[in-house]
């Protein structure tokens, strides 16, 4: 059971359990308050105004193009593409592109999704197993000032729960444009005492490019979940597989001459594919004097992956094509208990937890030519193992007045053994990181926050133990910090003054030690400047009716190297300016939906637009990217209670935009050596729609 607990009150994913209950005291009986969207109040519940639930009616609304696309109702967070279908989204937010998941953590059910020591990216965050329809709710808090988030937290945080049955069997056929198809079933039944919730999907996307994607996908699920009287527990197994053809990103002077243009590919052999399979079980106790629980899981994860993103630049002969591999096993354990009781005779509650996680990893890089193999970049074998003890005392000081006070300790111990001896050995390291927040309120409905705290992501344990370059062995190179600090602090409010509207507004502040970056194409950690992000979230959710919903989030942030470096001695590569490329400054993203109040009969729609806007792709700024607009839209109509019909639209205004743009050297046959400086494009998908037909039994 995923729950959200604050001094007096239990905040249940699936309702609000809010019984005035401590030791000495005799419980007051008030209402569940179910999660379904938004618009659900957090006031005397949240920590921060950057905290927030997103419910499954919200979620079922919105025209997802890809699965992944459910953490864009994180507010100011973007989800997009630079590869195939079967490739981890890359992330921005708050100032951060997060790249494939580095510094946003993500857990489906309690089970992380984010990959340390990854062969492709450090913290690569792959959702496209993830099944939208089954979403029960997205909880997502921004900063480091919670003591149960660690690593890869600091940006913030989303934790997916599936539901635990369904009302009714689900079955689904979706046809759209460029060969997509998309079938699911899902259906929940009583099992003994519990409930045995099922899913199956199948995929398929060729995509609008000149060499089709093919992307293939099979996916199940199935658990049982079992609670009576406050205790319980839960078991789930899923398994997910998918290989593709990869579409990535193009150098913007072929487009001209490529067949296809800017959906054609320059070396179309780049692709891959991947597996998981994830076994869980929870258990859980609640009382009026407290609360326990214990999750385990373990996970089987492989990735074969071959891109080229400079084609003939290093190898002009074979081309640059890699093939980046990895394969582990990881599992771990998070358990925490929650006591009630009197402090000064105000209502408290003090928690302790103990998360532990192990993997074992062997990944590599090869140099391959149409995904043959040539050579050997990198090999290693890699052991990593995580063990995090945490505290926390929430208090309720007065009626306008809680806190909230934390620390962590975390520890990591790398053992690695590469390909060359030099690159092998062991490293561990700890960081304790105090946090906390304070909440003032409310007043006319209207709460005010602080928050503060330290918190920290962990490099690529490679990076730990590497002393010379895998490519030049006679190259040596510095050995990096494991883990590396991070400062935040935040001030915020949250009102419902204005009946059916919730308001948020957060000023934030992060700091970076060290923004220290694994390669993935080059086998080797980069270390880059101190770093500073400050910025402004301001997030509506509006429904002045029972029919009709609006949204507007809009978020703002500036990042910057705290040091501009040009010393020859500097080991990473040279900082001429303080702009750090990528990083996200305007986010908006807004829509309407409508919807008959019968749940079993009548049309429901819904349009949303999001502006993703301009990025530096060069640290002093001169290198720019241009913004992406998207327009998408759904339509549907339920004929009864078991048939409906739904049309998503994508990109309805057929805007020649970009999902990602980078800025770097490369080499097409008949360039100089040294290569050309050039936009680097993965264009989005022209204007679109997909059609699907749905039975529910």
């Known amino acids: 059971m995923n729950q959200k607990r604050i001094a007096g009150h239990s905040f249940v994913c699936a309702g609000l359990l809010l019984p005035s209950v401590v030791s000495g005291h005799e419980p007051d009986v008030m209402d569940t308050v179910v999660i379904t969207g938004r618009s659900d109040s957090l006031i005397n519940i949240a920590d921060t105004a950057s905290e927030g639930y997103v419910g499954k009616d919200h979620i079922e609304f919105r025209p997802l193009q890809r699965p992944g696309e459910v953490l864009e109702t994180v507010p100011g967070l973007i989800a997009t593409q630079h590869s195939g279908d079967g490739k981890a989204n890359q992330y921005f937010s708050r100032g951060f592109n997060l790249d494939h998941g580095t510094d946003f953590a993500t857990s489906v059910d309690g089970v992380p999704v984010n990959l340390p020591t990854h062969a492709h990216g450090q913290g690569y965050t792959d959702l496209n197993f993830l099944i939208p329809e089954l979403v029960d709710t997205v909880h997502y808090r921004k900063g480091v000032y919670y003591a149960d988030v660690g690593d890869f937290g600091s940006a913030g945080s989303a934790d997916i729960s599936y539901v635990k049955s369904l009302p009714q069997g689900i079955a689904e056929l979706t046809a759209g444009s460029f060969g997509y198809y998309r079938g699911l079933v899902a259906d929940s039944s009583k099992l003994g005492d519990g409930n045995l919730l099922y899913a199956g999907e199948l995929g398929h996307n060729d995509g609008p490019w000149t060499h089709p994607e093919n992307f293939r996908k099979a996916n199940g699920l199935v658990s049982y979940n079992h609670d009576k009287d406050g205790t319980g527990y839960s078991l789930s197994l899923s398994a997910y597989a998918a290989q593709w053809n990869s579409t990535d990103q193009i150098a913007e002077r072929a487009i001209s001459t490529l067949p296809g243009g800017r959906f054609g590919a320059i070396d179309p052999s780049d692709g891959g594919s991947t597996h998981r399979v994830s076994l869980r079980g929870e258990w859980h106790t609640e009382s009026e004097y407290g609360h326990t629980q214990v999750e385990v899981y373990g996970v089987y994860y492989d990735l074969k992956l071959a891109s080229n993103f400079t084609y003939f630049l290093d190898d002009p002969v074979h081309g640059d094509q890699f093939e980046q591999h990895d394969q582990r096993g990881f599992g771990g354990l998070k358990a925490h208990h929650t006591w009630k009781y009197d402090l000064l005779g105000r209502e408290s509650e003090s928690t302790v937890g103990l998360q532990i996680r192990g993997d074992d990893i062997s990944n590599g890089i090869n140099h391959v030519e149409k995904r043959d193999y040539l050579d050997t970049i990198r090999q290693d074998d890699i052991g990593q193992i995580s063990v995090s003890p945490y505290a926390e005392q929430r208090t309720k000081w007065t009626d306008w007045l809680r806190s909230s006070l934390g620390v962590r300790a975390d520890y990591y111990h790398f053992d690695v053994s590469g390909q060359l001896p030099q690159n092998s050995g062991t490293k ?201 607009l998207m327009l998408n839209a759904q339509l549907g109509y339920r004929f009864n209670r078991h048939w409906s019909v739904t049309v998503d639209a994508f990109n309805l205004l057929d805007r020649h935009d970009s999902d990602i743009t980078y800025y770097y050297a490369s080499r097409l046959p008949g360039e100089s050596v040294g290569g050309v400086n050039d936009f680097h494009s993965h264009p989005v998908e022209p204007i679109s729609a997909r059609v699907t037909l749905t039975a529910r039994f």
């Open 428 to 628: 561990s390291s700890t960081l304790v990181s105090p946090k906390g927040t304070i909440a003032f309120g409310p007043w006319a409905k209207t709460e005010l926050y602080l928050g503060a705290g330290m918190g920290f992501h962990s490099n690529d344990g490679r990076g730990a133990t590497t002393t010379v370059d895998p490519r030049d062995p006679t190259s040596p190179l510095s050995p990096v910090s494991p883990l590396v600090r991070t400062y935040g602090a935040e001030v915020g409010l949250r009102t419902v003054a204005i009946p059916h509207l919730q308001s948020t507004l957060s000023l934030w502040w992060l700091d970076i030690d060290s923004e220290l970056v694994f390669s993935g194409d080059a086998g080797n950690t980069s270390p880059n400047a101190p770093s500073r992000r400050i910025g402004i979230e301001y997030a509506n959710y509006y429904t002045p009716t029972p029919w009709l919903t609006l949204d507007a989030d809009l978020s703002w942030s500036q990042a910057r190297f705290r040091e501009v470096i040009v010393d020859e001695d500097f080991v990473g590569p040279p900082i001429t300016g303080k702009y750090i490329p990528e990083s996200v400054q305007v986010v908006l993203a807004a829509g309407v939906s409508v919807h008959d109040p019968n749940p079993n009969h009548g049309f429901f729609s819904s349009l949303r637009v999001r502006y993703f806007g301009p990025r530096p792709l060069v640290e002093d700024n001169a290198i720019r990217s241009r913004a992406t």
